[in-house]
């Protein structure tokens, strides 16, 4: 559903930039610091009035995190504190592990203009406003986030920098661009006059067969991305027919699968319609994304194969309130398929979770503004899960689908300290996550008492 990826001919000149200024060269890995500090950093120890026990499923009373660095040291219930720390009182507050969004696109945002931006933006900036996405990312509790999908692997330099601590904004791991077919959800030339369309390949992660499979995802692992995705059906907001068209064959699919694991990738699978979830499904794909018009079967053999379910649910809702609301929201090909998919959408999810799929949390943020990312948290509550189950999709269910749950998913000794708070118990009123007031994120507080904290970056 994501927003299309930038033009072919604009990727180009942009990769021509970054050959001729040398960074293709260049390995950039260093330190994760946001701020140095001299010395070792004194502890800080949260006291936080109550605390989800992500991994039990329950809300703990009365807990001090303790913290060292970027680090959680010791968890202990009641208020303790240690000798020369930091106490950090978060009395009314209700502590969460650092939120966790397994679906946004950070380096673009849905608006009126975009379709038109895209011809006229250059990849720059939308990098400089990726900066900005990340910061509301991160202020609105979400410490971690996967991005699936972007134009030219800008998000992969975006993690990177916020990495070294340049500038602020969650942990990314990041897919680079989408992986599809010529025509399909992932082909930027779909709606385009024909001069615009350029013959792309797999070098442009367009594939045609299995050997173009295996060298999309081997030019991923070239620049560096964390994951992949690929598109096995059409989408929303591409300007095609089909919302859920199968786009990639069996063969592709499994090919695609394949050599992703084979280079120690999950493989998040865009999917709306039954057969291309099917076939993700059975290929060995990790998570199936917004999953729209799933069937019984698809069901049934997700629970089988262990695939997990990243709704968008929100996502869905929006883009149909929108085209409801103004016919000329979108274009004619997109405000069809936009209409189409928001009940759809709202009935399937909830059938899932009846059916006992496991589900992570995930938006499609980039397709409504970076920021609000809680806002599935109350259609999930809607369409029957128990509070507490979607604050677990949002934390060590999406930190197990990523493989990150040794550091991520849960507040515990050993894991980063990236705690979030809300002011009352979210599992009594889950609008309580769009009131974030307290974020911290590998030890640093970027947010405390709804208030933005002054970001320095000492980064060199
Ligand atoms: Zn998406």
Redesign the pocket.
Known sequence: ???GRLSTVRRRAARSFALLAGCALVSLAGPVTAQAQDGPPKPVVLHCPALLDSVAGKMLGPTSVVIQGERVVEVVPGTVTRADAEVVDLAGETCLPGLIDA???ISSEFSPTVYSDMLHFNLADWVVRSTVWAKRTLLGGFTTVRN??DSHYETVALRDQINKGWVPGPRILTAGP?IGSTGGHADDGDGLRMDLQPDVGAHDSIINGTADAWKAVREHYKQNVDTI?IMTTG?VLDLSGSVDNSQLTEEETKALVTAAHEYGYIVGV?AHGAEGIRRAVVAGADSI??GTFMDAQDMKLMKEHGTYYVP?IY?GTYVTEKAKGNPHAYPPAVQAKALLVGPQLMKTVGDAYKAGVKFAYGT?A??YPHGENWKDFPLLVQVGMPAIYTLQMATINAATLLKKDKDIGSVAAGKYADIVAVPGDPTKDITLMGKVDFVMKGGIVFKKGGAEQVFTSTAH
């Open positions: 559903m994501a927003v679906h946004v696109h699936l999908g989408a995705k989408g865009h994304e917004h968008t996502t499609d980039g397709v």
